[in-house]
């Protein structure tokens, strides 16, 4: 939830919850008020007939029988609502009144005063709804005048934010914040700033350091094999000499490709293969099967090709057959002699099914760095690691199943 959308509904809350006791507070506040003011008007009527009787020794005249009736000694003095129904209103109308004794020539009658409270009622009503009108606009308002307050002042975070997603630790320039006139965010576009800029001197560094190390030790294990494959082709070796210098060389091309691969993962982890183009998968795919053919031949596989449809992807052209041959070899390598390889490629995925050893452990931490199926294997064991790297740099889905019926492993390539 955004942070406006969460601080609008504080706001709403506490201004709804205000709103309706402020509304329940007015309206006992003026029917109080109002009925004062009839039991005020009540008593004056009570004190004029009081003492017009007292002068005149009279009963007065009933005019409207609904404003004043005259009883028999059987009333008790009070004040009281009451409901009467009204003939011309056609509907039970609601009345305040007072009882009260007289005494006229030595004899005591009970005066009942009414007043109707429609027109007080009536008045309550256009009270309540001029202020309930004021209010809702006033409400509105404010909402609105937040909500458009709110968008303003954080255009600059929303600026800073979309510098920060364009911003990418390959490119020379250091980050550009616009310069804004709000402390709180100045305070943090310089925070950023000094942040990156010690990012981007790190990755510098660190990528300095990877290539000089990639570069320094690929030339001495380069001289190395040079000169090991010239001593294990000398004939004049002696045989205890020429069995030594074979396990050095094989040694060193298993240093030389574990050095390769873990290059090519720094590499891919620093985001150095920015040149992405489309890539047609599926001549990729062919052409590493015919790569491999001799170690297809070697083990006696019969490659299942297809169904191969035409897929383009946009990436590096050396990532995306580094994904393949990888994902290829570890089906080849893996394989037994005269096992399963069915390759298929469509728009959804590429998938690769092979026979191999019984698995029981999770397939998926094969994927990670160093994990053999066999630990004895000369494999350095980083083949499906770069191929899970690549696929994530890509924001592709690497995803690896074992069927235990038959013993086939499947790696799956989501796009």
Known sequence: MKLLTRTNRYYLGLSATLFVLGTGLLYEGLQHALAHEVDEQLQQQRTYLTARIQRTGALPTIALPQELTIDGPTRSESLRDTVIFDPVEREPVPFRVISFPVVVRSQVHWLTLRKSLLETEDVLKVVMGVMLAVMTLLFGSLLLLNRWLSRWLWAPFRRTLQALRGFQLQQPESLALPVTPIDEFSELNQAVAQLTQRVAADYRALKEFTENAAHETQTPLAIMQARLEQLVQDSDLPERTLEAVQDVYRGARRLSRLHQALTLLSKIENRQFNASVPVSLDSVVQEKLRQLQD?????????????????????????????????????????????????????????????????????????????????????????????????????????????????????????
């Open 295 to 415: 170690f297809l031949e070697d083990k006696d596989l019969e490659p299942q090709v297809g169904p191969l449809t035409p897929v383009s992807v946009v990436m590096h052209p050396a990532l995306a057959e580094s994904l393949v041959g990888n994902l290829l070899q570890n089906a080849v390598k893996h394989n037994v002699r005269g096992g399963l390889l069915r390759v298929q490629l469509n728009l959804a995925a590429l998938e690769i099914t092979n026979t191999g050893p019984e698995l029981r452990t999770d397939p998926m931490l094969l994927l990670g760095r160093f994990r053999k199926h066999n630990a004895a294997s000369d494999s350095p064991g980083l083949g499906l690691s770069i191929a899970e790297q690549i696929c994530t740099y890509y924001g592709f889905r690497l995803s690896y199943a074992y069927a235990p019926a038959g013993h086939l492993h499947t790696l799956r390539v989501t796009f």
